[in-house]
């Protein structure tokens, strides 16, 4: 595997966090590509350092965000937002270095996310012109 930060997506987690997850400390989430995964039918992943892990090393809870290039990449611009969204989802509330579960991260939770999103950008560039 081969992992690469991406800047990008960096940004999109940050705007999306900003919007809907103020809880996610940004300074201690990051992105990354990754290339050459043998995983099936995985676009993205969310890690965490668990808590043990964190007390050992004397660090706060960190979170990275993989997004799988082999699939990621083949989605729409729609798709990728509506990944980013669900993965930022899964961090929790309590930014301890836990997971919230797809019972909760579910596409109609996701979809009702992204569409708040893209109601949002359509508002602030109306403002902006």
Do not use: W
Not at 34 to 55: D, E, F, P, V
């Amino acid at each position: 595997m081969k992992y690469e930060f991406a800047e990008d997506l960096q940004r999109l987690a940050e705007e999306i966090s900003v919007m809907f997850f103020p809880h996610v400390d940004l300074s201690n989430v990051k992105c990354y590509r990754s290339y050459g995964t043998s995983s099936r039918g995985t676009i993205a992943r969310c890690h965490a350092l668990n808590k043990i892990m964190q007390k050992a090393i004397g660090i706060k809870a960190v979170y990275v965000l993989e997004f799988l290039v082999e699939r990621f990449e083949k989605l729409d611009d729609e798709e990728k937002i509506k990944v980013v969204i669900h993965e930022l989802m899964h961090i929790p509330k309590s930014f301890g270095g836990g997971f919230i579960h797809h019972d909760v991260v579910t596409n109609r939770n996701v979809n009702r996310c992204y569409e708040e999103y893209r109601r949002k950008k359509i508002e602030k560039q109306r403002n902006n012109n």
